[in-house]
């Protein structure tokens, strides 16, 4: 069982629209996070949600010679978070992907997410989220090269898994980043 101290966050990555069941870039079991993140975020003294808040010309679209089709587009309702999303839980939000010539899947990379965790005396992070294989591993990582502890919630992720193996290739390489992997069920107060 890992305790929730003064010192950890609850990161929830992507819980937007437009990657759930019906979005333009849906994961397909992305709707079965959000039991244990609504559960979970009443246990952390401090909860960020990220959302991708893409411009339309974003070099990662497939309109703009990108692998992905137009997905988040800011201020849109794919971009919203999803109603299922107890978001008034929330502590801070944190936009990424803003820049059109970068991917945009870490939390990390051109956001100050790194300086509200330190502000708020952080060094353990878990990770819950979407996708698996693209922003939730890219954050877990950038989460450990930034210097923070990190915990991926494998029961509160899901993966596209374009290739198959993804997921799992993408667990093994935050694991390998030194991330633990657990169930939200070993978490408490």
């Given at each position: 069982?890992?305790r929730i101290?003064?010192?950890?966050?609850?990161?929830v990555?992507?819980p937007?629209n437009?990657f759930?069941?019906?979005?333009?870039?849906?994961?397909?079991e992305?709707?079965?996070?959000f039991?244990?993140?609504?559960?979970?975020?009443?246990l952390?003294?401090?909860?960020?949600?990220?959302?991708?808040?893409h411009?339309?010309?974003?070099?990662?679209?497939?309109a703009?010679?990108?692998?992905w089709?137009?997905?988040?587009?800011?201020?849109?309702?794919?971009?919203?978070?999803?109603?299922?999303?107890?978001?008034?839980?929330?502590?801070?939000?944190?936009?990424?992907?803003?820049?059109?010539?970068?991917?945009?899947?870490?939390?990390?990379?051109?956001?100050?997410?790194?300086?509200?965790?330190?502000?708020h005396?952080?060094?353990?992070?878990?990770?819950?989220?979407?996708a698996?294989?693209?922003?939730?591993?890219?954050t877990?990582?950038d989460a450990?090269?930034?210097?923070?502890?990190?915990?991926?919630?494998?029961?509160?992720i899901?993966?596209?898994?374009?290739?198959?193996?993804?997921?799992?290739?993408?667990?093994?390489?935050?694991?390998?980043?030194?991330?633990?992997l657990?169930?939200?069920?070993?978490?408490?107060?």
């Amino acid at each position: 069982m890992h305790r929730i101290g003064p010192h950890d966050a609850l990161i929830v990555v992507d819980p937007q629209n437009d990657f759930l069941p019906g979005g333009t870039l849906a994961v397909a079991e992305g709707n079965r996070i959000f039991e244990p993140i609504n559960r979970l975020m009443a246990l952390f003294p401090y909860v960020v949600a990220t959302r991708d808040w893409h411009p339309r010309d974003h070099a990662y679209f497939q309109a703009n010679g990108g692998p992905w089709p137009w997905h988040c587009l800011a201020r849109t309702h794919g971009a919203q978070f999803s109603p299922l999303l107890h978001s008034e839980q929330i502590d801070d939000v944190i936009s990424k992907g803003t820049d059109p010539k970068t991917d945009g899947y870490s939390a990390f990379a051109a956001t100050d997410l790194a300086e509200k965790l330190r502000q708020h005396g952080i060094r353990r992070v878990f990770v819950t989220g979407l996708a698996t294989d693209y922003c939730v591993k890219a954050t877990t990582i950038d989460a450990r090269d930034a210097g923070f502890d990190a915990v991926v919630l494998t029961d509160a992720i899901a993966a596209i898994d374009a290739t198959p193996g993804d997921e799992l290739r993408a667990l093994d390489e935050m694991r390998a980043s030194g991330a633990q992997l657990m169930k939200s069920a070993d978490v408490a107060l």
